[in-house]
């Protein structure tokens, strides 16, 4: 079965400084694609940054970046100078095979002004 | 605004009640989802649909049933609702084949149910 765990329940950091939230996943198949979603406090599901697993080269989008290692099933999100509207859930996903999105426990961020 | 749209947004039922769930896309997805939402537990898969009028067991199906009989609708049964059954519940839609990956879900913006 393919698993996504997130280890760390909640995180904090100052606004303008670089929090590195984790993610470790567990699947059998080679070919398959993780996401990081965001979830403010109005329960919208926001896509940050998305990695193929066949590429080596890490995503960048913006303030925000990811450290893909696959052979460890590592895939964590660096939020470069954080800012208060970054405070939210965040969500680790895998999408593997035809339909399934397999989501972590959730990261829950807050931002110290 | 294109996108997914749930109703209701709330609801309270009392145990041993039934309820649907609605879920709307206007972006002409194939697949649609059903989640639910627990803290420390993520989101979990209850049910699935990759296209009208089939639809899937996904992780957590067990006192649900959907049904989708239009492309954009995607419908969440509860016969008979329990305690165990409170939760925010998502809908979301993507399309088929790679295009899932590259244009991503689209998700609503969730029902909070309460079962009392």
């Known amino acids: 079965a393919q698993t996504v765990t997130q280890s760390q329940p909640e995180m904090s950091v100052q606004e303008a400084e670089t929090v590195t939230l984790s993610c470790t996943y567990d699947t059998s198949e080679s070919d398959y694609y993780l996401f990081w979603y965001k979830q403010p406090p109005s329960r919208q599901m926001i896509l940050v940054i998305r990695q193929e697993a066949y590429k080596q080269q890490n995503a960048t989008e913006n303030r925000f970046s990811v450290n893909f290692q696959k052979a460890a099933k590592s895939f964590s999100l660096k939020i470069s100078d954080s800012q208060l509207g970054d405070a939210a859930m965040y969500f680790c996903?895998?999408?593997?095979?035809?339909?399934?999105?397999?989501f972590g426990q959730g990261t829950r961020l807050t931002i110290n002004p | 605004n294109a996108g997914v749209t749930q109703t209701p947004k709330f609801r309270v039922l009392k145990t041993g009640q039934s309820m649907t769930l609605l879920c709307a896309q206007d972006m002409n997805h194939e697949y649609m989802y059903w989640y639910r939402q627990d803290p420390g537990m993520g989101l979990r898969l209850i049910h699935y649909?990759?296209?009208?009028?089939?639809?899937a067991k996904g992780e957590v199906p067990d006192g649900y049933n959907v049904s989708r009989l239009k492309k954009q609708n995607f419908l969440l049964g509860l016969e008979s609702a329990a305690p165990s059954q409170t939760s925010v519940y998502f809908c979301?839609?993507?399309?088929?084949?790679?295009?899932?990956?590259?244009?991503?879900?689209?998700f609503g913006s969730g029902t909070r149910l309460t079962v009392v």
């Open positions: 979301a839609s993507s399309y088929s084949g790679r295009d899932r990956v590259g244009r991503g879900y689209t």
């Open positions: 996903a895998v999408l593997q095979g035809a339909q399934k999105l397999v």
């Open positions: 649909s990759v296209g009208e009028g089939t639809t």
